[in-house]
């Protein structure tokens, strides 16, 4: 690539003693001159050399720069000819000679491409969902709730005792970017000690899901220029969330005792779901977990630590979150009352530093201000009216009989590989692992002829990695009655 | 390594026939001990040999089960004593002296830093909140509901009936990026239609208020090389909202007629509140909405049109929407529900071109995935049970009566500018000029002692076109009879 050394020297004035790194000065100096219409079509932007001359810092620096320029989809290379910038505006530019019929269609496409373009898609499938789960007898899915079992009354309850006195105002309220104080008492005090998590009210933010937790600290604490290690198999909208901001998503594999931190590479954050691993069921051991902890403060680098099913442990003790073990500060948790009340009602915080929560909330406040009033306070008061212990027992036992039922029945009518099939104990989803010669994504295909939905392991592999070994069955969304005829069809759908 | 030989035997029924390998079941039993809490740190786990012994399996049996419960971290080896339960409560980690401490905080400021450094924002003042409105006999704001007036009965029987069949589904359900289909055809047959806006249900996105409409567009449809066109005064989370991705924000200014168009600059997207401009409460003119209308096409630009308080005109025809006189699909119309039933509800929606409603459909679910579908429902059902239009009409009485008391008082008991006072007939507040020589933020310091809350203007100009020449008085807060005494208040606070 030949570079021009036509360039424009500008004011170029860089601050050697700012904390903003020499790159970033040189990122915005160019930025500034791009927006002013410094180069053009037949301008090329300076090259590395000359620009590092006139600036009195190093190529690297200058290449730096370009590298998130390009990154950022403002300039780009062309062959033999050398970096230019990106014309954002194909058509405004047009001479005009009558005045434009108003009732062209405006085109939306080319814009829509533009943000498509600056971002790094994965390619990944999309999560599996469901829409149509009611029409099956068998539908071995955990995204939903099992209607006979949502607690609707206690939870109309709380919805209704939200919209009187002392309650309604809260419920009604612009808040600002505030949450519930009733709430978040509650959830300091009532539900994370269980997960070895102490936290005052200014280290929690109440969020749209876990899905909302997730988005805000990628879009505030991660960039085009951080590498983000995730589970593989895993949690597909975590990559899309972060790759959707240019972040570079490196997969690890998971073995069974949960992720290979060993295997990790260099990373600024992981994204873990150490409890119940998304979607095997594991649970990161606690060598791993020492193991990570060491590193994170060498690196630099900090946990998200989505805890998103953490209730569900039907033998032995649960495993702490890895937020108890943290004693520097560096695990970002997110919680979820998803699996335990309804994916539907959105409901999720995160807990973390408070410079980081105030920062999250700001970002909250101009995406979307504050969760409805009306459902934090009613979380509130189910929580403080002692319904949601009551209701958890009530989940737990359910759960743990429907994994009983399924374990039983996967190891008496489903083919086994040669090492057998052990499950851990909790969650809401069973990974079973076909024999070899099993097609599990035409197997699960058949199934829906014989009533029974469920994913194929498939899905949840990082692009380039997929396996056809595995089914995910998950056993929130079906009665326990329901579980072994469920498992016999299945069976019965064995291509 | 020496194993203690005092274990519990336990009931230890294995299975041999069973398809589990029987180290696993081995590993199984065991796990269910340590759950029980059979063993302690005074306690050790029965040795090898031992359980061999009373089980009926080769030691190599028991020692890839101990070996599986080790890698699991739930029992650990201490030298020279034997295998034990790990205590997963935090403070179980003997300090080490060769590695890192790990009790260093993490300093969290660079990496919050260094995203602030990638946004221009603006330095705007926030938006006045005011969280301690109730305690003040006269809080004249505007973005909090009057508790009497806020319709708990029917809101309360439409949460109540979104918990019943067959709607239960829809309130629960993990809807993936989807919106209630209930609420989505109440929106299309009985709300748009009054606003001369005739959309199908795929031109439309339920969001969390107008704030998540807005910045949805911005994220998606604009970047820095944008300019966007603001309203100045206007509002204030807007100018955040676009400016926060890099965007240029450019104000305009404003008269009598609303934004001054044939005034704007070349821009890529201009955000207005034509209905009742935010927060002088005008209305666009209609030689400016037709003017505006035809630069759009000249300059490929589209419009965010901001219809948030539009139910509230309380005399001659409501003007259309822009929107409506849209026949290009250049305008994004951002409605909300926060004025009518209660900003702290958080529902508000998009209607645009089926391209753009798809990629804000896709952007909303990374952020959050869907609107919380039992608030969806609920809105759906008041909506179609005719509540919607009564509550409206009730509505709409109160503030018709507070806008002729307000305007009655505001002319009787405060100083007018020579050119008087004429209000606009609509909104929820109202923007009034004083003489020039009265400084209104001190006014409106000076009210609090009163008992007045009131806004002064000045917070809604754009950085660096300050002026103190105003308040803005909102009613919808306020019960009528608290209004004349409440502005008698205010007088006596002249400074």
Same mark, same amino acid.
Request: net charge neutral; hydrophobic share 35%.
């Given at each position: 690539?030949?570079?021009?050394?036509?360039?424009?020297?500008?004011?170029?004035?860089?601050?050697?003693?700012?904390?903003?790194?020499?790159?970033?000065?040189?990122?915005?100096?160019?930025?500034?001159?791009?927006?002013?219409?410094?180069?053009?079509?037949?301008?090329?932007?300076?090259? +590395?050399?000359?620009?590092?001359?006139?600036?009195?810092?190093?190529?690297n620096?200058?290449?730096?720069?370009?590298?998130?320029?390009?990154?950022?989809?403002?300039?780009?290379?062309?062959?033999?000819?050398?970096?230019?910038?990106?014309?954002?505006?194909?058509?405004?530019?047009?001479?005009?000679?009558?005045?434009?019929?108003?009732?062209?269609?405006?085109?939306?496409?080319?814009?829509?491409?533009?943000?498509?373009?600056?971002?790094?898609?994965?390619?990944v499938?999309?999560?599996?969902?469901?829409?149509?789960?009611?029409?099956?007898?068998?539908?071995?899915?955990?995204?939903?709730?099992?209607?006979?079992?949502?607690?609707?009354?206690?939870?109309?309850?709380?919805?209704?005792?939200?919209?009187?006195?002392?309650?309604?105002?809260?419920?009604?309220?612009?808040?600002?970017?505030?949450?519930?104080?009733?709430?978040?008492?509650?959830?300091?005090?009532?539900?994370?000690?269980s997960?070895?998590?102490?936290?005052?009210?200014?280290?929690?933010?109440?969020?749209?899901?876990?899905?909302?937790?997730?988005?805000?600290?990628?879009?505030?604490?991660?960039g085009?220029?951080?590498?983000?290690?995730?589970?593989?198999?895993?949690?597909?909208?975590?990559?899309?969330?972060?790759?959707?901001?240019?972040?570079?998503? /490196?997969?690890?594999? +998971?073995?069974?005792?949960g992720?290979?931190?060993?295997?990790?590479?260099?990373?600024?954050?992981?994204?873990?779901?150490?409890?119940?691993?998304?979607?095997?069921?594991?649970t990161?051991?606690?060598?791993?977990?020492?193991?990570?902890?060491?590193q994170?403060?060498?690196?630099?680098?900090?946990?998200?630590?989505?805890?998103?099913?953490?209730?569900?442990?039907?033998?032995?003790?649960?495993?702490?979150?890895?937020?108890?073990?943290?004693?520097?500060?560096?695990?970002?948790?997110?919680?979820?009352?998803?699996?335990?009340?309804?994916?539907?009602?959105?409901?999720?915080?995160v807990?973390?530093?408070?410079?980081?929560?105030?920062?999250?909330?700001?970002?909250?406040?101009?995406?979307s201000?504050?969760?409805?009033?009306?459902?934090?306070?009613?979380?509130?008061?189910?929580?403080?009216?002692?319904?949601?212990?009551? /209701?958890?027992?009530?989940?737990?036992?359910?759960?743990?009989?429907?994994?009983?039922?399924?374990?039983?029945?996967?190891?008496?009518?489903?083919?086994?590989?040669?090492?057998?099939?052990?499950?851990?104990?909790?969650?809401?989803?069973?990974w079973?692992?076909?024999?070899?010669?099993?097609?599990?994504?035409?197997?699960?295909?058949?199934?829906?002829?014989?009533? /029974?939905?469920?994913?194929?392991?498939?899905?949840?592999?990082?692009?380039?990695?997929?396996?056809?070994?595995?089914?995910?069955?998950?056993?929130?969304?079906?009665?326990?009655?329901?579980?072994?005829?469920?498992?016999?069809?299945?069976?019965?759908?064995?291509?």
């Amino acid at each position: 690539m030949t570079e021009s050394t036509a360039g424009d020297p500008a004011p170029l004035a860089l601050d050697p003693s700012s904390a903003t790194p020499l790159y970033r000065q040189v990122r915005a100096l160019l930025e500034d001159q791009l927006a002013r219409g410094v180069y053009g079509p037949s301008r090329p932007m300076p090259s +590395t050399r000359y620009l590092a001359q006139a600036l009195g810092v190093s190529r690297n620096t200058v290449a730096l720069a370009y590298q998130e320029l390009t990154g950022a989809g403002l300039v780009e290379s062309r062959p033999r000819s050398g970096l230019y910038p990106v014309n954002l505006a194909p058509t405004s530019t047009t001479p005009r000679t009558t005045r434009r019929d108003r009732t062209i269609q405006m085109d939306w496409q080319p814009r829509l491409e533009r943000h498509q373009a600056g971002l790094h898609q994965l390619p990944v499938t999309k999560a599996p969902a469901f829409p149509e789960w009611q029409d099956y007898p068998y539908p071995f899915i955990s995204a939903q709730p099992e209607m006979k079992s949502f607690p609707a009354r206690s939870w109309q309850r709380a919805m209704v005792a939200a919209l009187h006195n002392p309650h309604l105002t809260y419920s009604v309220r612009d808040a600002g970017d505030s949450d519930d104080p009733l709430l978040l008492e509650a959830l300091c005090n009532e539900i994370l000690p269980s997960r070895g998590v102490h936290a005052t009210t200014d280290e929690v933010l109440m969020t749209s899901g876990a899905q909302q937790g997730l988005s805000l600290i990628a879009d505030v604490l991660l960039g085009p220029t951080s590498t983000v290690v995730v589970e593989n198999p895993g949690y597909v909208d975590a990559w899309q969330i972060c790759s959707r901001i240019g972040a570079s998503v /490196v997969p690890v594999p +998971t073995d069974q005792w949960g992720a290979v931190i060993e295997d990790a590479p260099g990373f600024d954050a992981i994204y873990l779901t150490p409890s119940h691993h998304h979607p095997t069921n594991v649970t990161l051991s606690l060598p791993r977990r020492r193991l990570l902890m060491d590193q994170l403060a060498d690196r630099d680098a900090f946990v998200i630590e989505d805890d998103y099913d953490s209730e569900f442990r039907f033998r032995g003790q649960p495993t702490p979150s890895l937020k108890a073990m943290d004693t520097s500060g560096r695990v970002l948790y997110i919680g979820s009352f998803s699996k335990f009340l309804a994916a539907g009602l959105r409901l999720g915080f995160v807990v973390g530093h408070p410079e980081v929560i105030a920062a999250l909330r700001a970002e909250r406040h101009n995406r979307s201000k504050h969760l409805a009033g009306h459902l934090q306070r009613a979380l509130g008061i189910f929580i403080t009216s002692g319904d949601y212990h009551k /209701v958890l027992r009530g989940q737990r036992r359910r759960l743990r009989a429907n994994w009983d039922t399924l374990t039983a029945a996967v190891n008496r009518y489903l083919p086994l590989p040669d090492e057998g099939g052990s499950y851990p104990p909790g969650g809401v989803s069973l990974w079973y692992t076909a024999p070899a010669e099993i097609d599990c994504k035409r197997w699960a295909l058949r199934a829906r002829e014989h009533g /029974v939905l469920v994913a194929d392991g498939s899905r949840y592999y990082f692009p380039g990695t997929w396996r056809n070994h595995n089914l995910r069955l998950g056993y929130s969304s079906l009665r326990t009655e329901q579980i072994e005829p469920g498992i016999r069809a299945l069976a019965a759908a064995l291509p």
